[in-house]
């Protein structure tokens, strides 16, 4: 399968096996895609980018459809990630298709329901600039 990153051919996603995280800018939206198969061995090189992004205020939108495998330690990394951007009055995004292998992990963790998620990473970006989060304190 060939992957595009904002119209540009990077390549055949298998040759990504070993768990790539591609960092790119769409619109001023930080693209974090995920190519090949992730597990404990890029969960902390994830939460490291999302937190780097988030103390920034940078929206981030991670994109999940071109993932071959995640594992549990991935989606606890998008659920820290989603508690960083919080933190910053940002909210994640996930882009993540119907026919991704990453999708039944999702619905089984429950990460579908507790984070903003959409099938299309135009959507997603145009999410991640209006989820602006207001934090207030009572």
Request: charged share 25%; with cysteine; aromatic share 4%.
């Amino acid at each position: 399968m060939s992957v595009q990153l904002d119209g540009a051919d990077v390549g055949d996603s298998s040759a990504f096996v070993d768990g790539e995280i591609v960092v790119g800018y769409r619109d001023g939206v930080v693209v974090l895609t995920l190519l090949g198969e992730h597990d404990m061995a890029t969960a902390n090189r994830l939460s490291a980018e999302i937190a780097r992004q988030a103390s920034r205020g940078r929206a981030v939108v991670v994109v999940l459809s071109e993932a071959e495998f995640i594992d549990s330690a991935i989606v606890t990394a998008l659920f820290t990630g989603e508690r960083q951007m919080l933190a910053y009055g940002r909210r994640l995004v996930l882009e993540i298709r119907a026919d991704s292998p990453a999708t039944r992990l999702l619905e089984i963790s429950g990460l579908q329901t507790k984070l903003v998620c959409t099938d299309s990473l135009g959507h997603a970006v145009r999410l991640a600039v209006e989820r602006r989060v207001v934090l207030t304190t009572d």
